[in-house]
């Protein structure tokens, strides 16, 4: 499995970005598709995630500006991200997880012990809101 991130960029506060996950050589059914990100000198933090029953979950910080959806069957997911604030600025990653549910994966996301076999993340595409 292959994730490739797109859509990062600069934008100003109050703008929108929208960035778009690829996922190659993704074939399973049951999954967490998911965006994380991370600021300088902060640790990485779940944005949004969308399991294989199309339920989507966001982080308070995110919720009512941001929207994770599916394209392309599975193999494209997207991040709207309106109304962006400074805070938003991060690195943004995309992530998949074939082992977990989505609640079980962010957890294990944040204890850092999500396995290689089942757990697979993009490079990350750049997210920079200027005030």
């Known amino acids: 499995v292959r994730l490739a991130e797109s859509g990062g960029g600069l934008v100003q506060e109050g703008g929108s970005l929208r960035l778009s996950c690829a996922a190659s050589?993704?074939?399973?059914?049951?999954?967490?598709l998911g965006w994380f990100r991370q600021a300088p000198g902060k640790e990485r933090e779940w944005v949004a995630s969308v399991d294989s029953d199309g339920n989507p979950g966001y982080a308070d910080s995110v919720k009512g500006r941001f929207t994770i959806s599916q394209g392309n069957g599975k193999k494209k997911v997207y991040l709207q991200m309106n109304s962006l604030k400074p805070e938003d600025t991060a690195m943004y990653y995309c992530?998949?997880?074939?082992?977990?549910?989505?609640?079980?994966?962010?957890?294990?996301?944040?204890?850092?012990?999500?396995?290689?076999?089942?757990?697979?993340w993009g490079q990350g595409t750049q997210v920079t809101i200027s005030s």
């Open positions: 050589g993704f074939t399973y059914s049951t999954y967490c």
């Open positions: 992530m998949a997880d074939t082992r977990f549910t989505c609640d079980l994966t962010i957890k294990h996301a944040y204890q850092d012990d999500l396995s290689s076999d089942d757990n697979y």
